[in-house]
């Protein structure tokens, strides 16, 4: 490490302060941070002082984020392969799905890492390492099948439009992730929705359908896979979204390790429970009739809560707001799945709601605990006087 360190300071000379490439510091250090801890403090303003810091936090969800992703791997070569009708193994599926998301993930960052250091060295600020969660999130959430050049385009708008506009990492309000997904939903439908775009169709077969569960509900029809094959996940959808067994694994490190708040989490599995039980006895319809069970485990929601609501930027940040930010996206997720056939997969929509009322959420919490101190002080004052 000691060699790495010593030719690293070697390449960062030119770009020192008052050096001929010094516009360009933050670009090179952006790689010195990424390698070590920074050997510089906060010098204002009060700070807890903690072993954690942005790197880390990065660093922990996207170990987080491993199980869900090798498993869509493994998934999109088998969803592909189980097409053909001949055996296969393991790794040939897992290969094939590396063939096609590996080059997803390589655009996603490229794209994404080439426009938060263009920003950072314009504005002369450090690159942080919030993108580096994004840049994984991106096309863990899209189809198998989109076309690299939208997911250029919308990790652009994303990064662009939900991040840089607002200031950068820290500063925005809307999750970039689900931002680049809702702008691939909108401007590219034909893309993102139907019965072809959640399977890698294989070559001179024809007739495939890889309709999502949800979808088949939607239409009317029936599902044909068990519970237990929802919850592992072996079923048509977006990359990493199918696996709740694996999303839980990715949950219990976020809770353990202190990064993803639980509360969101529980939060928005009660809400979807509440609102799915609330439709199973109504029951007009086959989603409203899908078991309010199955609905935490079939499309986006296990993955949508876990690592999208609880992003500690954009969601509420008082402890009592993230009860209720919680619980509204899971009434929102269920709300939206039920009573709107032609999108039914509702988290995207429900989380980016929530996220544009988190911080009215938040301002009404502080205001009615003010108003409790305020009231409990009054009460003690006039105690007093009657002494």
């Not at 991106?138 to 506009?165: N, Q, R, Y």
């Not at 929102?332 to 988190?358: D, H, Q, T």
Request: net charge positive.
């Amino acid at each position: 490490m000691n060699l790495i360190r010593k030719s690293l300071d070697k390449i960062k000379k030119p770009f020192g302060k008052g050096q001929k490439l010094e516009k360009f510091a933050p670009a090179i250090n952006a790689f010195d941070t990424f390698l070590f801890v920074p050997n510089h403090t906060t010098k204002k303003g009060a700070h807890i002082r903690d072993a954690i810091d942005l790197k880390r936090t990065m660093v922990t969800v996207i170990i987080a984020l491993l199980p869900a992703l090798l498993y869509g791997i493994y998934n999109t070569g088998y969803q592909y392969l189980i097409q053909t009708g001949s055996p296969f193994t393991f790794l040939e599926a897992f290969i094939h799905g590396s063939w096609k998301i590996v080059p997803m993930i390589v655009v996603s960052y490229v794209v994404g890492l080439s426009i938060e250091f263009g920003f950072a060295v314009y504005r002369g600020h450090e690159v942080n390492e919030g993108y580096l969660v994004t840049g994984l999130l991106i096309p863990m959430i899209m189809p198998i099948d989109i076309p690299l050049w939208m997911v250029g385009l919308s990790t652009a708008f994303a990064v662009l439009v939900a991040k840089e506009a607002f200031g950068g990492t820290g500063m925005n309000i809307l999750n970039p992730a689900l931002t680049a997904r809702a702008f691939a939903f909108f401007a590219y439908p034909t893309y993102m929705s139907g019965n072809k775009v959640w399977v890698s169709e294989a070559t001179n077969i024809d007739a495939i359908s890889g309709e999502t569960i949800l979808g088949t509900l939607a239409a009317g029809g029936k599902v044909n896979y068990s519970a237990m094959e929802m919850f592992q996940g072996s079923i048509p959808g977006s990359i990493a979204e199918t696996s709740t067994l694996w999303v839980a694994v990715g949950a219990l490190i976020l809770i353990l390790t202190g990064i993803g708040s639980w509360r969101i989490i529980v939060g928005g599995i009660l809400g979807a429970s509440f609102m799915g039980f609330l439709f199973n006895l109504w029951a007009a319809n086959e989603l409203m009739s899908f078991s309010w069970i199955n609905h935490l485990i079939v499309g986006g929601f296990a993955f949508g809560i876990v690592f999208m609501a609880t992003d500690p930027v954009s969601a509420a940040q008082t402890n009592q707001g993230k009860w209720i930010y919680g619980v509204l996206v899971g009434i929102f997720c269920i709300m939206i799945r039920v009573f709107n056939p032609a999108y039914p997969e509702g988290v995207m929509l429900a989380i980016l709601l929530m996220n544009v009322f988190a911080p009215t959420i938040d301002h009404y919490v502080i205001n009615g605990n003010i108003k409790k101190r305020r009231k409990r002080w009054e009460t003690s004052v006039n105690q007093l006087k009657t002494i």
